[in-house]
């Protein structure tokens, strides 16, 4: 038993009612009560990790700063809660079995049947109980995906239902969160699903101790005396979280219900408060913006906009810094061409080539960037962006038609993007990227250096390919200069446009290191020059 406590977070009814979010505003809600807080998701499907699955089906991969390729979810613990999660923070089925199927080849389960019941719950409590002693926070958050009832989550659902019995009642705490529908005809609020996913839970031996009812609006009291009596919970600990415009008010939603008094009463916590006025100061700011800067996001997955999650987070934050209100165009890369893209990019003040896989809509990206280039708009490309950046400039201005990377076609005259032999063996797509933190070296002289107003730091990369460094000194001498560097491999990380408001790009991922509170310096830096260029139209 450890002197850990464990929050455990379970969906009802049905997913995408912001079990993500309200799990992280409670985070930072206990961690401005003065705990130190981890937060870990549990997720039933049997992908090893969400690396390899699609941005249409999966919406964007969320990188670690030790490499960790995670849900999109745990973007919002890190932004909510302001902390740096890892690989412990992450755990499916398939990486879960995968061990367990390592154990059984080589003979450590003694001749015994490997089985759910104990061996994967065994496991998955592992898992949890790991991250307990890596981390060393007062408290353990544990989100279940998915919703109860799917077939999928049984084993993680017994694996903390048995750890109430393992770390104690007073150590463990279940928050269960549903939706109430709002039904139009009759006006009222249904609580029946609710009770039968309570019901559900029960069935399978937890209890939950409080119940966040999602629903269009605030909930009455009766209805939550209601749900308090037939779920068997005390009222104070029903929960109401309506439909919010801005989502960095849920934390402030959940104080005013005391939630964190809830957890600190069912802990026998000291009596202390949250202090939570900074944060509505934030979004007292962000609700009083009402001037607007417009960004074209030009990428391959906008039909899906959890697709570039961190990245519309990060310009939000940058925004809001700056008293602007963004608006988000977002640009299907594949729809742009030399003679429509004046035409797409008309009325924006700034634009963003995010990171992106694969060929498609490659061209139309490169044109947008020859269109900002050649027209003075600011423009910030992250990952791919930036081999958008440098493919663009060979192809028009060191007249290199056939210029590109070789992820898109291996047989170029003039790879300016290619791999590094020590780096990818070609075979396996999955776990062959650079992955992670590295550490980013800024140039004296230059845009970026005074934006981060740092000598070095770190960022989080996540791509396969990197800037061919033969080319670099041409690049350089026709104005597109390398302005920050990987040191351990000599690795360019930031190219910067002399004689351009803003034309940067960047090999590393700046958008999962922005916070609301704590915006990135690239991203401000773009909105910044976006701002006056509005301002100049
Ligand atoms: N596809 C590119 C690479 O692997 C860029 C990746 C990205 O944008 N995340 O290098």
């Given at each position: 038993m450890s002197s850990t406590k464990f929050i455990f977070v379970t969906g009802g009814v049905?997913?995408?009612?912001g079990k993500g979010i309200t799990f992280a505003s409670l985070g930072r809600i206990l961690k401005n009560r003065g705990y130190k807080v981890f937060a870990m998701k549990l997720d039933?499907?049997?992908?090893?990790?969400?690396?390899?699955?699609?941005p249409f089906q999966h919406g964007e991969v969320f990188v670690t700063q030790d490499g960790a390729e995670t849900d999109l979810d745990l973007g919002h613990y890190e932004r909510f809660i302001d902390v740096e999660l890892s690989a412990t923070s992450s755990v499916t089925s398939g990486r879960v079995y995968k061990k367990i199927l390592n154990q059984e080849r080589k003979g450590l389960y003694g001749g015994s049947t490997v089985q759910v019941i104990p061996h994967v719950t065994n496991e998955i409590k592992n898992y949890i109980k790991r991250a307990a002693s890596e981390s060393g926070a007062d408290i353990v958050m544990v989100e279940v995906g998915?919703?109860?009832?799917?077939?999928?989550s049984e084993p993680f659902l017994e694996a903390i239902r048995q750890m109430r019995m393992e770390e104690g009642y007073d150590s463990t705490f279940y928050i269960h969160l549903t939706l109430v529908p709002f039904i139009d005809t009759s006006e009222e609020y249904k609580t029946k699903p609710t009770q039968h996913s309570v019901k559900t839970l029960r069935s399978i031996g937890i209890s939950p101790d409080l119940i966040i009812l999602r629903s269009k609006g605030m909930l009455s009291s009766e209805i939550k005396e209601k749900v308090a009596l037939f779920c068997d919970i005390?009222?104070?600990?029903v929960i109401s979280v309506p439909d919010l415009?801005?989502?960095?008010?849920l934390p402030l939603v959940l104080e005013d219900q005391h939630l964190d008094q809830a957890v600190a009463r069912h802990f026998k916590f000291d009596d202390r408060i949250s202090d939570m006025s900074k944060w509505r100061d934030m979004v007292k700011r962000m609700d009083e913006v009402t001037e607007k800067v417009k960004i074209g996001l030009i990428g391959?997955?906008?039909?899906?906009h959890d697709a570039y999650l961190s990245v519309s987070c990060a310009l939000q934050h940058a925004s809001y810094a700056l008293n602007r209100k963004v608006e988000i165009k977002w640009?299907?890369?594949?729809?742009?061409t030399k003679d429509n893209v004046a035409k797409k990019l008309e009325g924006l003040d700034g634009l963003i080539i995010p990171g992106g896989f694969g060929i498609r809509g490659i061209d139309g990206m490169v044109e947008a960037a020859r269109c900002a280039r050649e027209n003075n708009i600011p423009l910030l490309g992250i990952c791919l962006g930036l081999q958008i950046i440098a493919i663009e400039f060979a192809r028009n201005?060191?007249?290199?038609?056939?210029?590109?990377s070789i992820e898109f076609n291996?047989?170029?005259?003039?790879?300016?993007i290619h791999y590094l032999?020590?780096?990818?063996?070609?075979?396996?797509?999955?776990?062959t990227m650079r992955l992670g933190n590295s550490k980013l070296v800024l140039k004296d002289k230059t845009k970026t250096k005074d934006l981060y107003k740092l000598n070095e730091t770190l960022e989080r990369h996540r791509h396969r390919y990197e800037f061919n460094s033969l080319y670099k000194n041409e690049y350089e001498k026709n104005g597109?200069?390398?302005a920050g560097f990987n040191?351990?491999?000599?690795?360019?990380e930031v190219f910067e446009l002399k004689n351009h408001p803003f034309y940067i790009g960047c090999q590393f991922h700046p958008e999962f290191k922005s916070r609301p509170d704590r915006p990135h310096p690239l991203f401000l830096g773009l909105i910044e020059e976006s701002i006056k260029a509005s301002n100049n139209s």
């Open positions: 049905i997913s995408g009612i039933p499907y049997l992908n090893y990790d969400p690396g390899t699955m699609s998915g919703t109860v009832g799917d077939i999928e005390r009222k104070e600990n415009k801005n989502i960095y008010e391959k997955y906008v039909k899906l640009i299907e890369s594949e729809s742009i201005i060191l007249g290199y038609s056939d210029a590109t291996q047989e170029t005259t003039h790879p300016v032999s020590d780096q990818y063996d070609g075979i396996d797509l999955g776990g597109l200069i390398e040191p351990e491999r000599n690795l360019t």
